[in-house]
């Protein structure tokens, strides 16, 4: 197992992820913030903590997208997934949506996630946060408008992303 | 995170066969299905490959098209099957209809019979999925999860609830089906209605208290789920008159204003109003009968999502 990004190296990049969407969305007057179930919620969980202390007084719309019945494996997958929560409890209609997620790998969650985000309404624009990039691996034609961190890991390898409030601690790490 | 679980069992034949995880798995699934119901998009794709046959060889108002909305929400291709009309009425088999039906590439059967035990029948003889919306006087499943969800919903949860199940207990599959779902949930169940309604060794066999005074069981309750009188499936006289009955066994204003508390009343339909439920009873706060018809559809989702990968 492999260290990419210690507690340090994970919380500044978050910070400057949330520093690169304000230099694009400013005020966030007409921007809402979507994270993807089940593991890319705890990035957007901080980028929306750091935005609120960053933008004091701003009202950022923020909500959780499952994407379990838009999956393309529902009968060709190893099993069933069971659901989580989606709770999108405003309108996206003319909004710019940034959607979040934890890792980049073959694009196909990110393809489910915006025919799901499409079934709420017809957004003016969608952007993809990912806090870890794995070029090289896409299926899709899918690449992220923000990235934390690019790596080059090969198929056999797992990149994993650590949560102090899920796994105890906060670090990315690389399983051969 | 991603839990990956399937059900225990490759068809929903009774809630008999179901564990409790069965069960909890249906109702968190559902909860997801309920969400999607409230979007401006009330539809999924999940099962854009699957085809779905309705087969009903007995009426139905609300299964039929709550199992057909659950479908279609899915993103299912649907079929629907009557009985009447069809070459049943020419003599063709049970077998034969759905074996027919299955060669045009069908993966899923919904099924309602009026003879017990006719879809475990079928599921010896063909090997899709196959979900059982009602089938004589045993069991009728998906009644009892959405009952038992609506429970959960509006008591948030059902375990240690007292649940009273009223009226024509003898030929009612909602009965059964409802005291098997809320026995594995835990709950408590009191089975009350005139003693030739009532089937003799319910208490031992199946673990339920047995009451033949309304007030008594209602006084006990959090829930009364009260049932119709099944008349086309009785075929002797087994109370006076529906006068007498409802007299004796109604449920109305005036007996739920006499008890020392609110209780939750259900009733699955149809509603003969007047006979077991007053009107009053039936479209008053207290009652949560159209709660249950929503929530039949997101429950049906989920056993539908669940078993369709016919794994």
Not at chain 2, 11 to 32: K, M, N, P, V, W
Not at chain 2, 100 to 116: E, P
């Amino acid at each position: 197992m492999k260290s990419i990004l210690t507690d340090r190296q994970l919380a500044i990049t978050i910070e400057r992820l949330s520093h690169q969407l304000i230099e694009n969305h400013l005020d966030f007057s007409n921007t809402v913030i979507v994270g993807l179930q089940p593991r890319g919620i705890y990035l957007s969980d901080r980028i929306y903590h750091n935005l609120q202390q960053l933008l004091p007084g701003t009202d950022i719309p923020y909500g959780k997208i499952d994407i379990t019945f838009y999956r393309d494996d529902y009968k060709s997958g190893k099993s069933l997934h069971v659901p989580n929560e989606t709770d999108i409890d405003f309108s996206i209609d003319n909004k710019r949506v940034i959607l979040i997620d934890d890792v980049l790998y073959t694009g196909r969650t990110i393809r489910s996630a915006m025919d799901a985000l499409l079934d709420f309404g017809r957004p003016s624009r969608v952007e993809l946060l990912v806090l870890i990039d794995r070029r090289f691996s896409r299926e899709l034609p899918i690449q992220p408008d923000y990235t934390g961190r690019t790596i080059d890991a090969i198929i056999t390898e797992r990149v994993k992303v650590l949560w102090k409030e899920r796994d105890g601690k906060d670090e990315v790490v690389l399983i051969a | 995170m991603h839990l990956r679980m399937s059900l225990s069992v490759k068809h929903l034949l009774g809630i008999r066969d179901l564990t409790r995880q069965d069960i909890e798995l249906i109702f968190q699934t559902a909860d997801q299905f309920k969400e999607v119901l409230q979007r401006p998009i009330k539809k999924v794709p999940t099962l854009r490959d699957t085809t779905i046959v309705n087969v009903f060889f007995e009426n139905s108002t609300r299964t039929r098209i709550s199992f057909e909305l659950a479908e279609k929400r899915l993103g299912a291709d649907v079929v629907n099957f009557s009985a009447s009309g069809s070459s049943v009425s020419k003599g063709e088999t049970l077998i034969d209809t759905v074996n027919n039906i299955l060669s045009m590439k069908v993966d899923m059967v919904v099924m309602r019979h009026s003879a017990t035990g006719a879809p475990h029948f079928l599921s010896k003889h063909i090997n899709v999925p196959i979900v059982n919306a009602g089938d004589g006087i045993n069991e009728h499943p998906t009644q009892a999860l959405l009952d038992a969800f609506s429970i959960r919903e509006k008591l948030g949860g059902v375990e240690g609830k007292k649940i009273a199940i009223c009226g024509d207990i003898m030929h009612s599959r909602v009965a059964l089906s409802n005291i098997y779902c809320l026995k594995k949930l835990g709950a408590e169940v009191t089975v009350v209605g005139p003693p030739t309604l009532i089937p003799k060794h319910i208490a031992q066999a199946l673990d339920v208290n047995v009451s033949y005074n309304i007030r008594e069981a209602l006084e006990w309750a959090d829930v009364a789920n009260v049932l119709r009188i099944q008349l086309e499936r009785q075929n002797m006289p087994l109370f006076s008159s529906l006068r007498e009955y409802s007299l004796a066994y109604g449920v109305n204003r005036k007996l739920l204003d006499s008890l020392k508390k609110d209780i939750v009343i259900m009733h699955p339909g149809p509603i003969n109003r007047g006979v077991e439920l007053s009107s009053d009873v039936a479209d008053s706060g207290q009652s949560i009968i159209l709660d249950q018809v929503e929530n039949g559809v997101a429950t049906r989702m989920a056993v539908l999502y669940l078993l369709g990968r016919n794994e």
